[in-house]
């Protein structure tokens, strides 16, 4: 039963856009693939280093500052420091409830939420019950009441004084096959800001992700294009980028895409993944045959090329200016203190190379 509902909703959302929508999204896919490098790759800045780290010992987590010396004990299942290095989620042993320590280990927020993120912009997303969700001051008080339908992968961090939010709604699902009916709740996603006002409604998407360098992952539903050349099956997802204003700032066009890293995010025109930068401008050109998303790293992403028709042993590392650095014939790639460790199909071998592509 649980396959037929699964199977209704892919096929609903096949079906649910018009033709004229499909004309119009082919139309801007095609501009897209005929787009030439037409912005140089972002500077990659240095990363500050932070003054604290977190490490673990003997099951448990502690905060260790620049020079290695214990600030916070070992004394934690679980810490995790905020981005302006002032506050702490934790999670005591032996317990299951989060609350929030600052940098010298004092309390600031008690230990009684099921679930709950690090503070950014000063609120703090916290569930008592596990299941609906809000935002709670330095203090502990509610800023934004626990409304909302907790989801587990979304980071809820303010950015510009925007975050998404999720409610469940129920939608019954009629499997075309059999004509079986279901009832499930499907997650959808809004923009709020401090005040808990609505940027973007619930429903305008039928997908979200956490503002991520600035800008929120979305989807649509389209009319899919069938069988693609690498023989995947496109599911009617197109993908786009909006901003913290809730403004669509890059089209949804895109067959695939992953979050913002580095200023470069990893999209898809049919099966064909590139580049494209925070204006939608394509920085590495859709040449790749990408199964994974792929991300910069310090200035340098693992993609996969064929070779001879076959993705397998086709991964390489490129660099922002689409160098290759590590060529495309190898099976796994590990980022190692000096450069790559690559792995082909044939033995466990390993071969170096440093940032350069020179062969250590």
Known sequence: MFKKVILAILVCNVLACSD?????????????????????PPKIAPKPQPNYRVEHQ??????????????????????????????LLAMKKDSALYGFIDISGKEIVPFKYKKAAEFSEGLAAVSEDGKKMGFIDLTGKWVIPAQYDW??????????????????????????????????????????????????????????????????????????????????????????????????????????AAVFREGLANVAIKDKYGFIDQQGNTVIPFEYDNHLHSYFHNGFATMVKRRNGSIICASGVIDVNNRV?????????????????????????????NREGKRM
């Open 20 to 40: 004229k929508s499909d004309q119009k999204t082919q139309t801007q896919s095609k501009n897209a693939v005929a787009q030439t490098q037409t912005a140089p």
């Open 325 to 353: 650095i590590v060529p495309f014939e190898y099976d796994k790639i590990q980022y190692t203190e000096d450069g790559f460790s690559a792995i082909g199909c044939d033995n466990d071998k390993k071969t170096l190379f």
């Open 58 to 87: 003997n099951g448990h987590v502690g905060l260790l500052n620049q020079q290695g010396e214990v600030v916070i004990p070992f004394e934690y299942n679980r810490l995790e420091l905020s981005n302006d290095e002032k506050t």
């Open 151 to 256: 989801q587990g992968l979304t980071p809820y961090q303010f950015t510009d004084g925007a975050v998404v939010v999720y409610q469940d709604a129920p939608q019954e699902i009629k499997n075309p096959l059999n004509g079986e009916t279901a009832t499930l709740n499907i997650p959808q996603a809004a923009v709020i800001n401090a005040k808990n006002e609505i940027i973007v409604p619930f429903g305008q998407y039928a997908g979200m992700d956490g503002f991520k360098e600035g800008l929120a992952r979305v989807e649509i539903k389209a009319k899919s294009d069938g069988t693609m050349d690498n023989g995947k099956m496109d599911l009617g997802r197109r993908f786009g980028f909006i901003n913290t204003k809730g403004e669509l700032v890059i089209p949804t066009i895109y067959h695939d």
